[in-house]
């Protein structure tokens, strides 16, 4: 039914942030001690800098970042696959889509880019989910139930239907002769089929300006519990599109850059600031865990640290510092151990200047996880650090609290 598309959507970001140490001397620290707290000019923070960004890097906003923002924005919107249905207890990532090529590699089958394109496509988000533990790239094991959900934004309610009439056409031609159309009563204007003895089904609807095209699947044969499965994710969804107002392209421009100040108060040696889902990003709750692969155990995590927004800074070489805004000082006291819960459990040492700073090592580590992480909390704020050599590992998190500190 769908022969170019992936069976889930392949894990685009795990839970590292990554980010690249600075090259130069040692860092000097601003600031006045505040009676009570720690004096963060003494704190060893090596070589990196800890000013904050807006000192370093100025927004422009174009159309291309400005996309970006729109994506992150629309990825905060999407549900998540425990949200549609509690089974789906597993990311398996999500994509950014800023133009119609970031359609290819399996998001659409490859002649429904060329209809997204035909009806001028802004912008997108594609995220997936299953059942079972995603294999070490990302992708739903065989034979899991699985699903995933591209969610496109047109210029016009028009343009988006003729799309998302136009993206169902051409999917039941691929095998016409086998494809029987399906009726899901509670949405009479999804076009959806399925393949008889096949356990997957594929529904596209417009609402509004957006497309939302699903493509599910289940261990065995069941075309109504298929069928309920996509009323579920419809149900869902359309309530979240309905709380985020469609974007003209003068809107996406004006879209604001940190409108919480968060990145200023992200470790960022680099200084890089352009907007970019894998490397420089600011995200709500539904935004981090299409980012992350238990999403069962970090939803609960973040929702009972009443996390609001965080954000995350990464580099090719895959160093990294995430912080995360919650409720209360108490409650970035509480997240901080859980950031290490898992893949970090083996202990490591801390920085010892910094009081209540967690470090573990990754026995596992590969080229898609660092060895080391630390974890600190300032106030309401909660962050990670890692690297693969525990000295800078200590460092970074020396300079993230140092950052975290300077902001207030």
């Known amino acids: ?51 904050p960004l807006d000192l370093r890097y100025t927004y422009n906003p174009s159309l291309s970042y400005a996309k970006t923002l729109a994506v992150l924005r629309l990825a905060d919107q999407v549900a998540t696959g425990q949200e549609i249905e509690p089974q789906f207890k597993w990311s398996t990532g999500g994509i950014p889509i800023t133009s119609t090529s970031d359609l290819d590699g399996g998001v659409l089958a490859r002649d429904n880019i060329a209809v997204a394109d035909k009806y001028g496509m802004l912008f997108g988000f594609a995220a997936g989910a299953s059942d079972t533990e995603p294999d070490s790239r990302g992708h739903a094991q065989p034979g899991a139930a699985f699903m995933s959900m591209v969610v496109l934004q047109f210029p016009s309610e028009q343009a988006a239907t003729q799309a998302a009439t136009e993206i169902e056409q051409t999917d039941f031609r691929v095998a016409a002769d086998q494809n029987e159309k399906v009726d899901i009563p ?60 469609p974007l003209t392209p003068e809107d996406m421009v004006r879209l604001p850059y940190d409108p919480d100040g968060l990145l200023n108060r992200t470790l960022n040696p680099d200084a890089y600031g352009i907007p970019d889902y894998q490397y420089q990003a600011v995200f709500g709750v539904r935004g981090f865990l299409h980012r ?100 800078d590992v200590q460092q970074r998190a020396a300079a993230q609290y140092a950052l975290l500190a300077d902001a207030q």
């Open 292 to 391: 992350v692969a238990d999403n069962a155990r970090l939803r609960k995590v973040l929702t009972d640290a009443g996390v609001d927004r965080g954000s995350m800074t990464r580099a090719p070489t895959r160093e990294s510092a995430v912080v995360f805004r919650t409720r209360d000082d108490d409650a970035a006291r509480v997240l901080e151990p859980e950031l290490l819960a898992a893949q970090y459990a083996t202990a490591a040492d801390a920085p010892h200047d910094i009081p209540g700073t967690k470090c573990g090592e990754n026995k596992l580590a590969d080229l898609n996880a660092k060895r080391f992480r630390c974890a600190l909390s300032y106030r309401r704020y909660a962050a990670f650090v890692e690297g693969d050599q525990l000295q």
């Open 1 to 51: 039914m769908f022969p170019s598309r992936l069976r889930t959507i392949c894990c685009a970001a795990a839970i590292v942030a990554l980010i690249a140490p600075l090259n130069g001397c040692g860092s000097r620290i601003s600031g006045t001690a505040t009676a009570g707290e720690l004096d963060v000019r003494k704190l060893d923070v090596g070589r990196y800098a800890i000013d």
């Open 186 to 245: 509670k949405f009479p204007d999804a076009h959806t089929h399925w393949r008889p003895t096949v356990a997957n089904i594929g529904s596209t609807m417009a609402h509004g300006r957006y497309v939302i095209n699903l493509f599910m699947g289940l261990a065995s044969v069941d075309l109504n519990a298929m069928k309920y499965l996509v009323e579920r994710a419809y149900s869902t969804q359309i309530p979240l599109l309905d709380n985020l107002p």
